[in-house]
């Protein structure tokens, strides 16, 4: 049988993500397996942890990777922090706020959500209104929305919640690394992530973490979680202390591609990534202006790992990607939902927010358009 | 800061899993990352489809690897197929066993259990009998059980839970690869394994698969599936048809590395393959008998892959197992439970299911004892 492996084309990564691997990432994957109880394995455990406080600004004890995609992360915030019949605000202005909705509304939720127009962010008054016409147990905010290119005010919207003694969640699967998440200054009660976006790493993985609030939150269940893969109780048991007891397997070298991906963003320094990713953000969007295409959201609301780019009228938005990735081997991502068809999104993630790669897109996709 | 994995030791991983990763398995993790849409991608999850079918045998068309370890193969095995106040008979002689029960409770199910002792068979009268006494929903059953080394008689029980019109679930995290499945030949409904033990690729996947009974009651359901990660219905848009429609971010470099084990499984040959983790259990057994070492199951219902030893009166397990690790670089498993202290537990799998690996975990064995 062939092995299509030995054929695969390399491909730069520009969509909402898988963002392009980072060399350093590449060769950790491949690394020699442990077993999931090796005391070498463990260490590496615990710096990965150390190293995802570090990234994500916390010294919340309870701050590990599930074993799953960004969407693992973002079950895993909820099933093991509501209970039937709880109260939870959804602030939706994407895909994933939508889904989130789903998620919580399966574990028997009971959902309210505060819709904002696709394209725009979260407005701050809108969630003080409702914050104050109905008690709330958690209040879940997309940070980045991979899905319209929009910055939300977590940093505005966290201390509301706080007051109306909400725990709040926060998505950062495609902040984390490219923008500042400082969760113990916004006082987040429950994060997850992905890997595949600003930590230069394959998808997998899910860097989660939980303040003392939500954990005790987690204790005080009447019920058990209704997930025993995802049982956060369970799994803390693996991930501290000195017990180490056996739940699932961790995946290991997945495990140690997290753990390049976060070293080399800790090495480059938090300031200079972000500030990376801004700069080839402004590169990227001065040089689409000059070749007069428009952007969809509003400067101050835009996220700089991903542009959505309006598609001008008369194009064919399909054939541009499919050219971009035929002719140039650049993948680059479609609108969802109501964008379906009327957007481009272009992620400059991790690795790929570079000059050279953005000058690189800009001319591909002068020469399609 | 310093990179651990720099410094990593080669660890001959003898214990019940992760095994050691075979070659080709560490080069295909490093493959170039491409997106969760692209053409190729797909290409490659159809190969990974058709490659699990071949080493499952069975031609169910929802076949595929769910986005977590083997445990997370196991919450998609209940959490889809069962609904609140279902009636499900766990046949439990290990550590799997147990879990499933939880699983299932936790779900909402009305869980019986036939209980044998640990380190024996399930007895296939006394299934014959409990079925004969209530109707059961879903009856589960742990194909190779890792915790104590025991062979379950699949074969025997299908027919039996099949006729009594309950879906059959199989646990075959350790058995695929190792012996045969024979999914369509049994009339398993519902499958999963894992890709850390006879597939020699690191932990991270659940290789998956339903028959069409279970696909019918799936769609049967009067309630959604409390799992939005996990939920079949959804996921199978993804990974069937002409449509392909995102769920969520597959973990692509992982799916290169089943890719790539489960094709050296079938480039073998499935009965060679067997053959072989058959001649390295007798070559092992043979060695520790010569030793005066006591195997714990009687022959017959002995796993090939893992093999559970008695620890003999006096000797101190933990010394045994720290002393194989640290001065001859092999890791070997303990016991689980109520055989905890009392057995080791030696894994043969996949990549190290081989004449040399046998002569080296006995030579270092008899140093040590």
């Not at 971009?324 to 009327?342: D, M, N, R, S, V």
Request: proline share 6%; net charge neutral; aromatic share 6%.
């Amino acid at each position: 049988m062939n092995n299509a492996l030995d054929h695969l084309p390399e491909i730069l990564l520009l969509g909402p993500g898988p963002s392009s691997t980072a060399p350093e990432v590449y060769q950790a994957l491949s690394r020699p397996t442990l077993g999931h109880l090796d005391p070498t394995f463990i260490g590496i455990m615990d710096e990965t942890k150390k190293l995802i406080q570090q990234v994500a600004r916390t010294a919340n004890a309870v701050t590990f990777p599930v074993s799953g995609t960004g969407s693992a992360g973002m079950e895993t915030g909820f099933v093991n922090f509501i209970e039937p019949g709880d109260s939870v605000l959804i602030l939706q202005n994407g895909v994933f706020g939508t889904r989130m909705k789903d998620v919580a509304q399966r574990l028997g939720g009971q959902v309210d959500s505060v819709d904002f127009e696709w394209g725009t962010p979260v407005i701050v008054s809108a969630v003080k209104e409702a914050l104050e016409k109905k008690k709330y147990d958690l209040v879940a905010v997309v940070h980045a929305e991979t899905s319209t290119g929009v910055a939300n005010p977590v940093s505005e919207i966290a201390p509301l919640v706080k007051a109306a003694g909400a725990l709040l969640l926060v998505d950062g699967v495609t902040s984390l690394g490219g923008m500042p998440v400082t969760l113990d200054a916004w006082g987040a009660d429950i994060f997850y992530s992905g890997t595949q976006k600003c930590l230069a790493c394959p998808p997998g993985l899910a860097p989660f973490s939980a303040s003392e609030a939500a954990v005790a939150r987690l204790k005080a269940r009447k019920t058990k979680v209704p997930n025993w893969y995802l049982d956060l109780s369970m799994i803390v048991n693996y991930w501290e202390g000195a017990k180490r007891a056996y739940h699932h397997t961790a995946p290991i070298n997945m495990i140690y591609g997290l753990y390049a991906a976060l070293l080399r963003v800790v090495t480059e320094g938090l300031e200079s990534t972000h500030a990376r990713h801004t700069a080839a953000h402004e590169q990227l969007v001065a040089g689409l202006q000059k070749m007069g295409l428009q952007m969809l959201v509003q400067p101050g609301s835009r996220l700089p790992m991903l542009n959505a780019v309006v598609v001008p009228d008369g194009v064919d938005e399909a054939a541009v990607r499919s050219r971009l990735l035929t002719e140039h081997h650049i993948e680059i991502g479609a609108g969802l939902g109501p964008l379906a068809g009327k957007i481009w999104r272009i992620g400059l993630m991790g690795y790929n927010a570079r000059p050279d790669v953005v000058d690189r897109v800009l001319g591909a996709l002068k020469s399609v358009l």
